[in-house]
């Protein structure tokens, strides 16, 4: 086991573990820069820039995925549903370059990104990317103007653009041993109640934090073989259901891969783990010619040309997260508090 892996090992036991605690120290000092970071912004001695219409913050106060894009693409569906018309806004992770880009079909998830690229695929909603969110914003708001409404995705910690209502995201490992970085997987800590202007949304089967918020609907929709799902096919459960009787390799390129796996084992299937590093880019395949069946993820299958996979049957299987209907309202609630048309643009 690699130290990377031994101390990500200690970060989800309750109490941690040696190589935590020796860890605390930088932790403390890890705690005070950040701090004086946001401060910054707090206090005006760095500039927040508000955008011309109102913006939501999705997060997480975790290290790694706890859910965030099915988050996005569940609030943009669900508000869309309700008469907004959302844009959204990414850093586009593990792209090549930094610079803005406005996310189309055409490109690919080495340009863009793979979540941004799914995102957009997945609701046709406008997307832009760039380490500079202000102006992915301003960018997104030239090209769509029709946009009401921006959705920052894994913005929590990026102050610079302004919010007027913030997501926290948890999936059912909580925040792990409760310290920060890097003797636990806290990127800032845990707030005793939640923040004005907050919502919190537990990608699991209950809350995983003393935080009181809704509980969201995952399950699996279906698959689709490769090629297939990039055509647009929909996915069902009967491909799925009918991948049962045989072993099937199931491949995941995400942070918290077992999720996937034990969602796959709910439905009946017998699997084989791959689990890969998170934004695995596919540039080889990972399994091995005639590994017969494989199941991946819509985030993998992102970056999968079906030409490129060869003898080997890919099926993309989809993942669908609905917010209640009394989250949306409470959404609304607040958006609409901070809709004001004298805002100044960005």
């Not at 086991?1 to 120290?25: F, H, I, K, Y």
């Not at 007027?164 to 409760?178: A, K, P, T, W």
């Not at 079906?306 to 299987?317: C, E, H, I, L």
């Amino acid at each position: 086991m690699s130290l990377s892996e031994r101390l990500q090992r200690s970060w989800w036991r309750p109490e941690g573990d040696a190589l935590s605690l020796l860890l605390t120290p930088l932790s403390l000092l890890y705690r005070l820069l950040f701090a004086a970071h946001r401060d910054l912004f707090r206090h005006g001695l760095r500039t927040v820039a508000r955008a011309p219409m109102p913006v939501v913050v999705v997060g997480n106060l975790v290290v790694g995925g706890a859910g965030k894009t099915p988050t996005v693409i569940a609030l943009v569906r669900a508000l869309r549903q309700a008469g907004w018309i959302p844009g959204v806004v990414s850093r586009g992770y593990g792209r090549q370059g930094h610079a803005v880009q406005v996310v189309t079909g055409a490109c690919t998830a080495a340009e863009v990104g793979d979540e941004p690229l799914l995102i957009h695929l997945r609701t046709g909603a406008p997307v832009a990317v760039g380490r500079d969110r202000v102006a992915a914003a301003q960018a997104l708001c030239r090209t769509h103007p029709t946009v009401n409404l921006l959705i920052s995705d894994d913005g929590l910690q990026h102050w610079r653009l302004a919010r007027d209502l913030q997501v926290l995201v948890f999936d059912d490992r909580g925040i792990g041993n409760g310290r920060q970085l890097p003797a636990g997987p806290l990127r800032e800590p845990l707030p005793d109640a939640l923040p004005p202007h907050t919502l919190a949304v537990y990608n699991a089967a209950s809350a995983s934090t003393p935080l009181p918020g809704c509980v969201a609907d995952r399950r699996l929709v279906g698959a689709v073989p490769l090629a297939d799902w990039w055509r647009g096919a929909a996915p069902s459960l009967a491909a799925l259901h009918a991948l049962k009787g045989r072993t099937v390799l199931a491949a995941a390129g995400m942070a918290h891969p077992e999720r996937f796996f034990r969602m796959l084992e709910a439905e009946g299937l017998r699997i084989e783990r791959l689990p890969l590093p998170d934004h695995f880019d596919f540039r080889r395949l990972p399994w091995p010619a005639g590994a017969g069946d494989v199941v991946v993820t819509e985030k993998d299958a992102i970056k999968l040309h079906p030409d490129a996979q060869g003898d080997v049957r890919v099926w993309v299987v989809a993942l669908d997260l609905r917010l209640p209907a009394a989250f949306i309202a409470e959404a609304q609630r607040i958006l609409r508090r901070y809709q004001a048309p004298d805002r100044h643009d960005t």
